[in-house]
């Protein structure tokens, strides 16, 4: 055999619920034990139970002990009475839905979850803080209320923009829903009728016909040509034949049993219900996709570590001024509204709607690329990514069968897999291929539906099962170049009989009068092997040789199959004979019930070997993956071999695994099928994904998709999985990141996700982790940008407490740096473009590549944010100096500066100044440093657009950045100057000048990181790095 079917076997240790596992009916008395246990160990219990593999012998046992379990009858059906008592007890043939989240959790979730807690909390300190100030002062400053108001306006706004973004319920169970069939029809009492599927039960003896959902788990009594399509359970395409015999004892793979939800495809079967509802198959897999908790996004869990950092650094700096304060001989009370002061200071009141808008542009950027993003945390979570255990059907290949190679005259020749590219090799005017193409024609039931002239030949839809409708396009393909077409062939060659294919004889026949002769063409196609023993001869150059059983011909003929099935490929053989027109004249009335036309001593032509192809920019990006430090795995239902093959044809693979395991020998690569995988233990599992880089998964069901991508996870990967079936959906949920696919793709698969591919395409994931490894990128720079103005923002307050000066810089100002100048160059970062070694990078260590780290927070407060609040202080202290306040007159001076009774302090030369006029000159010195902090911010957002690279290199294309620093230039500019803000905001208008001395101070940040990323190129790995690079 070519295709090697190792399928699973029954798994002896597992335990299910008794109507599962022994096909018995619980018993009526008592309640199970588990029922007494606690809520939380009962439900992992129940998840782990609902991990196992299935484990019933419905499919094993006969018909007698089946009947007897059900008290059922296989003609008749359950009785009226006994059908009220089973239903009564089973319930509603339907899946139990599990409880949902109200919207209102959902979005209280959003506006006090993560960030936007640190802002509720700086929001209320200032209230707080207000409400001391109004105890002790008869007119207390109103700062306070501002700033508590802004707060808590935009954790409000935020949450709700990030609300709606979301607002996209997991509803998991309402697609399994859409699933299930609306009537089916049942035969009870002997009476047959059609009922509502909801109202079906076990022992029911129904009637099911191709075109069919299944409303149940079936055995099957009896049937004809029956098929099923058990994509959405296993991943395969092609539809599967059914039996009433036992043949596997994995019930999967057993041809008795169909399953709830899957498609009949064509046929009619006569079957009794085994399983209803939860306890289906495919109940089992919603019960388990929706029991799976969603663990914290990566994002989210540094989101959570930067807010411990900020509030450590908050608390710090606020307890240290607050024990100084006592030790100046401040009050108490003053004391406490410093202390609150200095902590809400510390919260960067922008950042949570930069985060937000970054997250939502860079989801909006995706979708362009056909990755659309349910969850923003989603975007960062794919940029992350260390493993990508991926589907094969349909992502990796194009989910459709193609004729890939074919084999006459002894050679193995390429055919066309890619639509709009020529590959084909084969000469349709070579006889042998003339004869091959024309079986492959007349053999064959696929047919092109109507209206696709001008649809590409490869892309075109057909009715017909999987592996003829690649046939019919192979040779469209083929009669196209010759001038005709396959109906045009099939008209001129009438069809007398047919043989349809059947599982037992595992050959097609069908017999057909030749064109402008008087005789018959009898033409065959099936499993090689068996076609090559019906043969006697080999047609080779168009001649018809003889091939005795220990011809060379069968030697040449078993070594193109295994090279063919090496590679992964479905193959066929084809024969045909021209039948003798004394015996079979025309009008001969042939019979294929009992056959009176030659099926042996035929002439064999050749072999078509088909595979689902690989789509063509996949090994690309495999490539790029492994160039990134991505493991890709492929996790399939398909069978080993082909797995291989495909796994090796995209690279995810590089050792020709397939045909050393068609030949038995030894490989490094790990390939495992869901036996040996249901054998191993965790120890096992986690040893094999640490000592293989390139392992294949094939033959593995939902349950161990799941337990792989648990297996991951254990090794402190980031895990990532692709799925389209409604068997991927548990791997999906539990994944770091689930992406479905959009076009194939089921509803649940959908449901499940994180991420949906639009055109299916791997490819695209590779274009998500690089938008993800960039966000990343860019809300580190938004981040390092947005802090560095806390220290200009935070020391005036400082000093205002330990050197006791006039207050240089104001709550009202600060807002207007953190939700006004600082706000749109913060979030033209997110625009800013990768830099070149983005994917060449390994993925980030989740315990060490903080998003922020001790090293941002050394770079961002430590240097630059010193040389920023140098340049607010030098601009504070001149201007004051300038009106008469030298820098030795204002310390000490805060307490008569801001006495409201004193009306004549004198500066350094003896000038007088009443209470409104130093308030003038103070909220004039508040204009000042704000100004000065805008200037100092043009040199950061621009050293911020790169972490490591000059920004000669990088280059300053990033035109919403530039219109970012024109804008907070201009936004300073407007509330200087603006008529009427002195008296509403306090913002006074300043001269010319006062703009100028920040000029060099600006200047010096941008030379003096330039000069640490110069150092950072030069000596990677040095103290510089260690210490600079975050």
């Known amino acids: 055999m070519v295709q090697v079917e190792d399928y699973n076997e029954a798994q002896e240790n597992c335990h299910e619920p008794q109507s599962v596992i022994n096909g018995r009916p619980p018993s009526k008395e008592g309640v199970s034990p588990d029922k007494e246990k606690d809520g939380k160990d009962?439900?992992?219990?129940?998840?782990?139970?609902?991990?196992?593999?299935?484990?019933?012998?419905?499919?094993?046992?006969?018909?007698?002990?089946?009947?007897?379990?059900?008290?059922?009858?296989?003609?008749?059906?359950?009785?009226?009475?006994?059908?009220?008592?089973?239903?009564?007890?089973?319930?509603?043939?339907?899946?139990?839905?599990?409880?949902?989240?109200?919207?209102?959790?959902?979005?209280?979730?959003?506006?006090?979850?993560?960030?936007?807690?640190?802002?509720?909390?700086?929001?209320?300190?200032?209230?707080?803080?207000?409400?001391?100030?109004?105890?002790?002062?008869?007119?207390?400053?109103?700062?306070?209320?501002?700033l508590g108001a802004v707060l808590t306006f935009v954790v409000v706004v935020t949450g709700i923009f990030a609300y709606y973004q979301e607002a996209k319920s997991a509803a998991i169970m309402e697609s399994f829903k859409k699933m299930v069939p609306q009537t089916a029809s049942v035969i009870r009492g002997g009476k047959r009728s059609a009922v509502d599927a909801e109202t079906l039960t076990i022992g029911d003896l129904i009637e099911v016909k191709g075109g069919d959902k299944l409303p149940a788990d079936i055995r099957i009594v009896s049937c004809s040509s029956f098929k099923v399509d058990n994509s959405s359970l296993t991943g395969e395409s092609e539809p599967q034949s059914r039996g009433k015999e036992c043949t596997d004892d994995n019930p999967i793979e057993t041809k008795n049993l169909a399953f709830f939800s899957t498609n009949a495809v064509e046929g009619t079967a006569l079957a009794v219900v085994i399983s209803c509802g939860d306890k289906t198959v495919m109940g089992r897999i919603a019960s388990l996709a929706s029991s799976l908790g969603s663990d914290q996004t990566p994002i989210a869990i540094e989101i959570e570590h930067f807010i411990h950092i900020i509030s450590g650094v908050a608390v710090f700096l606020g307890v240290t001024f607050f024990i100084l304060a006592f030790i100046l001989g401040y009050e108490p009370i003053e004391a406490v509204v410093f202390l609150i002061g200095i902590i809400v200071a510390n919260v960067p009141e922008g950042l949570l709607a930069t985060v937000t808008v970054c997250l939502t542009l860079t989801a909006k950027r995706m979708a362009k690329k056909n990755c659309l993003v349910k969850n923003l945390e989603a975007v960062e979570t794919l940029g992350s990514t260390s493993t990508i255990c991926s589907d094969k059907t349909g992502t990796l290949t194009q989910n459709r069968?193609?004729?890939?190679?074919?084999?006459?005259?002894?050679?193995?020749?390429?055919?066309?897999?890619?639509?709009g590219k020529k590959d084909r090799e084969?000469?349709?005017?070579?006889?042998?291929?003339?004869?091959?193409?024309?079986?492959?024609?007349?053999?064959?039931?696929?047919?092109?539906?109507?209206?696709?002239?001008?649809?590409?030949?490869?892309?075109?839809?057909?009715?017909?099962?999987?592996?003829?409708?690649?046939?019919?396009?192979?040779?469209?393909?083929?009669?196209?170049?010759?001038?005709?077409?396959?109906?045009?062939?099939?008209?001129?060659?009438?069809?007398?009989?047919?043989?349809?294919?059947?599982?037992?004889?595992k050959y097609q026949v069908s017999v057909h009068e030749m064109p402008d002769k008087e005789q018959h063409l009898l033409v065959m196609k099936g499993a090689p092997e068996r076609i090559l023993d019906r043969c006697s001869s080999i047609l080779l150059n168009?001649?018809?040789?003889?091939?005795?059983?220990?011809?060379?011909?069968?030697?040449?003929?078993?070594?193109?199959?295994?090279?063919?099935?090496?590679?992964?490929?479905?193959?066929?053989?084809?024969?045909?004979?021209?039948?003798?027109?004394?015996?079979?004249?025309?009008?001969?009335?042939?019979?294929?019930?009992?056959?009176?036309?030659?099926?042996?001593?035929?002439?064999?032509?050749?072999?078509?070997?088909?595979?689902?192809?690989?789509?063509?920019?996949?090994?690309?990006?495999?490539?790029?993956?492994?160039?990134?430090?991505?493991?890709?795995?492929?996790?399939?239902?398909?069978?080993?071999?082909?797995?291989?093959?495909?796994?090796?044809?995209?690279?995810?693979?590089?050792?020709?695994?397939?045909?050393k395991m068609e030949t038995g020998e030894k490989t490094e690569t790990a390939v495992v099928n869901g036996a040996t995988l249901k054998d191993m233990t965790k120890k096992d599992l986690d040893r094999l994904l640490i000592e293989h880089e390139e392992i294949v998964f094939a033959r593995t069901s939902p349950q161990q998709k799941l337990i792989i991508v648990e297996a991951f996870q254990r090794a402190g990967q980031i895990v990532a999985v692709t799925g389209d079936g409604v068997n991927d959906s548990p791997a999906l949920k539990k994944a770091d990141i689930g992406i479905a696919m959009g076009i194939a793709g089921s509803d649940v698969s959908k449901e499940a996700a994180d991420m949906i591919l639009l055109d299916d395409n791997f490819a695209s994931i590779v274009t998500g982790v690089e938008e993800g490894r960039l966000i990343f990128d860019n809300l580190k720079k938004s981040i390092a940008y947005t802090l560095t103005s806390n220290i200009p923002e935070i020391s005036p307050f400082l000093f205002f407490i330990v050197l006791s000066i006039p207050l240089p810089l104001g709550t009202v100002t600060i807002l207007f740096i953190d939700l006004g100048t600082d706000l749109w160059p913060a979030i033209s970062l997110a625009y800013e473009k990768a830099e070149s070694d983005i994917m060449m990078r390994l993925p980030r260590d989740p315990q060490k590549d903080r998003l922020v780290n001790e090293r941002l927070i050394s770079v961002s407060y430590g240097q630059i944010g010193m040389i920023q609040a140098s340049a607010g202080f030098f601009v504070y202290f001149v201007i004051m100096a300038e009106n008469g306040f030298r820098p030795s007159k204002l310390l000490g001076l805060r307490k008569d500066w801001d006495d409201l009774n004193n009306q004549a302090v004198e500066d350094s030369y003896g000038q007088q100044w009443s209470y409104a006029d130093r308030k003038v000159l103070e909220y004039t010195c508040h204009s000042a440093f704000f100004v000065s902090i805008v200037i100092v911010q043009w040199a950061d957002v621009i050293i911020c657009k790169t972490r490591k690279l000059s920004v000669f290199t990088q280059g300053m294309n990033n035109w919403v950045l530039n219109t970012g620093i024109l804008f907070e230039t201009a936004l300073a500019a407007f509330m200087c100057y603006t008529p009427g803000l002195d008296k509403a905001l306090r913002v006074y208008p300043l001269r010319f000048w006062w703009w100028l001395p920040a000029l060099p101070f600006s200047f010096t940040i941008w030379v003096y990181d330039e000069c640490r990323r110069y150092l950072l190129r030069k000596y990677p790995g040095g103290w510089v790095e260690k210490e600079t690079y975050y």
């Not at 094993?60 to 009564?88: M, N």
């Not at 057909?462 to 045009?488: F, P, R, Y």
Request: proline share 5%; net charge negative; charged share 25%.
């Open 42 to 146: 009962k439900k992992k219990e129940d998840v782990d139970d609902l991990k196992k593999e299935l484990d019933m012998d419905w499919h094993r046992i006969s018909w007698e002990e089946l009947c007897t379990r059900l008290d059922t009858d296989i003609k008749t059906g359950l009785t009226q009475e006994k059908y009220e008592e089973v239903f009564a007890r089973e319930g509603p043939n339907r899946l139990t839905p599990p409880k949902t989240t109200p919207e209102w959790i959902k979005f209280c979730k959003q506006l006090f979850g993560g960030f936007a807690t640190l802002l509720w909390i700086g929001a209320i300190l200032c209230f707080i803080a207000y409400g001391i100030q109004v105890s002790k002062y008869v007119d207390p400053p109103e700062d306070n209320v501002y």
């Open 401 to 419: 069968m193609t004729v890939a190679h074919v084999w006459y005259d002894e050679k193995i020749l390429k055919g066309d897999t890619v639509p």
């Open 426 to 505: 084969f000469d349709t005017k070579a006889p042998t291929c003339a004869a091959l193409i024309r079986i492959a024609s007349l053999c064959n039931r696929a047919v092109f539906l109507a209206g696709q002239d001008d649809t590409e030949i490869l892309q075109r839809n057909c009715q017909g099962d999987a592996s003829e409708s690649a046939l019919l396009k192979a040779v469209e393909i083929a009669w196209k170049d010759e001038g005709t077409n396959t109906e045009e062939v099939r008209k001129n060659h009438k069809k007398v009989i047919e043989i349809p294919f059947n599982s037992t004889n």
């Open 542 to 659: 168009g001649e018809v040789i003889d091939m005795p059983a220990d011809s060379e011909y069968r030697a040449k003929f078993n070594s193109a199959y295994m090279e063919l099935g090496g590679m992964g490929e479905r193959v066929l053989g084809f024969c045909h004979s021209f039948l003798d027109t004394k015996e079979y004249p025309m009008g001969y009335a042939f019979n294929n019930e009992e056959v009176n036309f030659p099926l042996e001593n035929l002439t064999f032509v050749g072999l078509m070997a088909m595979i689902d192809p690989p789509r063509a920019n996949v090994p690309e990006a495999v490539a790029k993956c492994k160039s990134a430090g991505i493991k890709v795995i492929m996790v399939t239902g398909d069978h080993p071999i082909t797995a291989a093959a495909i796994a090796k044809n995209v690279g995810i693979i590089t050792e020709d695994v397939a045909m």
